[in-house]
């Protein structure tokens, strides 16, 4: 089954601990993005990725870092969170078409 | 880069057809135009993708004219499971179209 997995679903966490959310896709796509969701500014793109080793800045990527060391993964990390990064972030995986693949979404709240 | 522009919100009652139209101005030749639909806490899902003119499938339809600088979803006979949020999506990853905006999206609501 094509698949995005993303983990943890849910994280606090405190300010300045550094934390990774994973990502990993199985449809074997060269394409992958993340980005964050919050109330009533929609899905903003974090980073993405074209390829292994190939990274660039979306919208939003201040206080993110993220590499592609792999096809199939695609980590989140940010070094020192801030309670500004407290929000639902999606990773998503595209076909050569831009048809995307959703992971479940992670919830993280920085206190 | 073809960035998008769709009313915020929209009301349905059930049963009716709902067309729902993004505008995308500066779309590429090679550009696709794909629709999603997303529920509360979930990521989205993709509903339907076009090039040009009109495609259908099980669950809506989508009309892209000519000149594609906009396209209308078209979900016929809504029910209330139809409340979601709806997103298009314009982008080619082979024109080298890197960064793939979703927008804010239409927030559609059904009323019984």
């Known amino acids: 089954e094509a698949q995005v997995t993303q983990n943890p679903r849910y994280l606090i966490t405190v300010t300045g601990k550094k934390l990774t959310v994973t990502c990993s896709q199985n449809?074997?796509?060269?394409?992958m993005s993340w980005y964050r969701q919050d109330p009533g500014l929609g899905l903003r793109q974090i980073y993405y990725?074209?390829?292994?080793?190939?990274?660039d800045k979306g919208d939003v990527p201040e206080g993110y870092k993220v590499s592609r060391k792999e096809k199939r993964n695609f980590p989140l990390i940010l070094e020192s969170p801030s309670p500004n990064q407290t929000s639902l972030y999606f990773c998503?995986?595209?076909?050569?078409?831009?048809?995307?693949?959703f992971g479940q979404g992670t919830r993280l709240t920085v206190v | 880069l073809a960035k998008t522009t769709q009313p915020i919100s929209m009301d349905s009652y059930e049963g009716q057809e709902v067309n729902i139209t993004c505008s995308h101005n500066n779309i590429a030749t090679n550009d696709y135009i794909t629709w999603y639909q997303q529920f509360p806490s979930q990521g989205p899902r993709f509903i339907i993708q076009g090039y040009k003119t009109k495609v259908t499938n099980e669950v809506a339809s989508l009309f892209i004219p000519a000149d594609r600088k906009s396209s209308t979803l078209s979900l016929p006979r809504v029910s209330l499971s139809d409340t979601a949020v709806y997103y298009c999506l314009v982008g080619g990853l082979k024109t080298g179209a890197n960064n793939l905006f979703f927008g804010t999206g239409t927030r559609l609501t059904v009323i019984p």
């Open positions: 990725s074209m390829n292994v080793e190939v990274t």
């Open positions: 998503a995986s595209f076909s050569g078409n831009t048809e995307a693949f």
């Open positions: 449809m074997n796509h060269e394409y």
